[in-house]
């Protein structure tokens, strides 16, 4: 506003007896300049009153109205205390004031609400105060999922979009315009909001999580008086996620904020209960909140409440963001991922910003876990954007036919991943023998690994999917076996096409936890095993052999191992929910029939 306080003071003074039916007796004070600025008017016979000055451009009329609207069936449902607004000369809730700088302001009278402010409230009476607050909380959402619906309050949405100020659309402008953010800083933030937003359209907006919410009830916007907790302001209400009212609840606080969550879920559930998710997802919606805030302060840097921000705000706030990202973040698990299609895969899911748990049989997995690194900082993703290389990246030798062994790095992983929600089991093996020549060796090579392989890894990990309630598992098949068959290729053939009646097996018996099993299908991809192949075919001239079974395949090409990985980032993605017990065949439109070229086919 052009106005100074002290400007619109007189401003007050002058027009308060034109616009409302009061005393002529009465002095005007500032009470708290912020969005909104906030008079004090006393008068010598009536009880105190706040004279409310809305900030021009913040709300439209409808939206002021729709408030003071929701504020009254607040008095009628609830036992929740709050200012009554009263009504002007011309039966109005809301006025128009001409200011001395010559704008046009809208303003509205509430009651004045004695008592003591609970912003400064620390050790066992901050918990008990949040207590209370949580149960004061759950009255305000309870009345929201229950109020008549017909009864249309125009309010702003604090939505997905416009929580983190994307695209110049944010309600309070963008976080990244917060003073002091460093580069460092901005790709931790700029992760977060980015699966943030993934988790909350996750979550959804049904009746029992979205709403009408206060959307910053903290202590600095309660007062105590006799015992009896009252709301003060309810500028900022609006349609939005009922836990960000917790996130609201714990905005102003940095430290002990588990205990301090404890106290306010304690209050909540005496008067309506949380869901586990929500329970889950409470600390998202305290960094969502510490986020917005972030932009608050940025526009209003001139503010009462900017001037008192602990310096270490920005700090704790990235510093949570990280271990959110830690804790939340996705961990893949690939097996066979020391090259060709298990590190194309690898390298298209860290492009998702998933954490990557490399499985291989030899010391060259550990060759590419650093290799994937310097991938991951290159492209620009989260594992370079702040928090450890060695948890967002790492190597594990591991042999999958040992089921033991398979046991202790799953353990291993969870240990430093805390999680497991995608499995690919990609390691196999292929070797070319006409079948009465194929040895008994031979054939259990083939089962050890391309099955028993697969088999231990789903049955180690399939738990804490199942405890999760949420999985995505790709096995590697092939076009071999399955669809159609080379000679040479008896075992394996035989174990691919096992490994898609294990795949509906697996479909099948857990989509009631919401794990999915898929199957991939390569045709011929340029992996290092077909380059050796083909040297060893013709030494002279290798390229020629790959050109030779390029033009043998539809689209003229050899696939690539990041074909494939794109192929299993979509079927481990939360979009792929509903796809569960297939066989993808990725193979440029050769299988059938399938030209035998080299006597040699993809292998993982």
Not at 39 to 47: D, T
Not at 295 to 300: I, K, P
Not at 560 to 573: D, K, M
Request: aromatic share 10%; charged share 25%.
């Amino acid at each position: 506003m052009k106005d100074t306080p002290q400007s619109l003071l007189e401003d007050v003074k002058n027009n308060l007896p034109l616009l409302y039916d009061v005393e002529e007796d009465y002095k005007v004070s500032l009470l708290k300049y912020s969005e909104n600025i906030i008079y004090k008017v006393e008068f010598s016979k009536s009880s105190p009153v706040v004279f409310r000055i809305h900030r021009p451009g913040y709300h439209d009329i409808e939206e002021l109205e729709g408030e003071i609207r929701w504020m009254d069936e607040i008095h009628k449902d609830t036992q929740v205390r709050l200012p009554v607004v009263y009504r002007g000369r011309d039966g109005g809730f809301l006025q128009k004031m001409r200011t001395s700088g010559g704008e046009t302001v809208y303003c509205s009278v509430i009651s004045f609400l004695d008592g003591s402010p609970l912003g400064e409230l620390k050790g066992e009476a901050l918990l008990d105060g949040l207590e209370k607050l949580g149960e004061i909380t759950a009255r305000l959402h309870i009345q929201s999922i229950n109020r008549d619906k017909s009864v249309k309050i125009k309010r702003f949405c604090w939505d997905i979009n416009n929580l983190f100020g994307d695209n110049g659309d944010g309600i309070w402008g963008s976080w990244r315009d917060y003073e002091g953010i460093t580069g460092h800083d901005y790709r931790i933030l700029e992760k977060c909001t980015e699966n943030i937003k993934k988790e909350l359209n996750h979550y959804g907006r049904s009746n029992d999580r979205y709403g009408l919410i206060h959307a910053d009830l903290h202590f600095y916007n309660v007062i105590s008086y006799e015992g009896n907790d009252q709301i003060i302001d309810f500028d900022d209400c609006g349609y939005g996620f009922y836990m960000y009212d917790m996130g609201c609840a714990l905005v102003t606080y940095s430290k002990n904020l588990c205990e301090l969550e404890e106290a306010w879920i304690r209050g909540y559930e005496k008067v309506r209960r949380l869901s586990d998710e929500d329970k889950r997802l409470i600390p998202m919606f305290v960094l969502i909140r510490r986020i917005t805030r972030l932009a608050w302060l940025s526009g209003h840097a001139d503010s009462d409440t900017a001037k008192t921000v602990e310096p270490e705000y920005l700090k704790v706030t990235v510093d949570l963001a990280r271990e959110w990202l830690e804790t939340n973040t996705k961990v893949a698990v690939i097996t066979g991922a020391a090259s060709g299609i298990g590190y194309g895969i690898a390298k298209k899911l860290c492009e998702e910003g998933i954490r990557i748990a490399l499985i291989g049989r030899s010391d060259d997995i550990y060759d590419a876990q650093n290799r994937l690194i310097e991938y991951a900082k290159a492209a620009g993703t989260a594992y370079s954007s702040g928090y450890s290389d060695s948890i967002g990246i790492k190597a594990y030798k591991c042999d999958i036919t040992s089921k033991y062994i398979v046991i202790d790095t799953v353990e291993r992983i969870i240990k430093d991943y805390g999680r497991i929600d995608i499995l690919v089991n990609n390691a196999g093996v292929a070797r070319i023998n006409a079948f009465e020549e194929t040895r008994e060796e031979q054939l259990d090579m083939h089962i050890n690994t391309n099955i028993k392989g697969t088999w231990n890894m789903t049955q180690a990990v399939i738990p804490y999917m199942k405890k999760n309630r949420y999985g995505r598992i790709v096995n590697m098949s092939s076009v071999t076996g399955p669809y159609e068959c080379d000679r040479g290729y008896s075992a394996y053939a035989a174990t691919k096409a096992a490994l898609i009646g294990f795949t509906k097996a697996i479909a099948s018996e857990y989509a009631e936890y919401g794990i999915t099993c898929n199957a991939v299908c390569p045709g011929f991809i340029l992996t290092p095993n077909v380059l050796r192949s083909a040297k060893t075919t013709n030494p002279d001239n290798p390229q020629s052999v790959i050109d030779k079974i390029a033009g043998a395949v539809p689209v003229k090409k050899l696939g690539t191992p990041e074909q494939i990985g794109s192929l299993v980032a979509f079927l481990a993605g939360d979009n792929a929910e509903y796809i569960t017990g297939t066989a993808n065949v990725i193979d440029g439109g050769n299988m059938i029939p399938e030209t035998s070229v080299m006597g040699v086919h993809s292998t993982e």
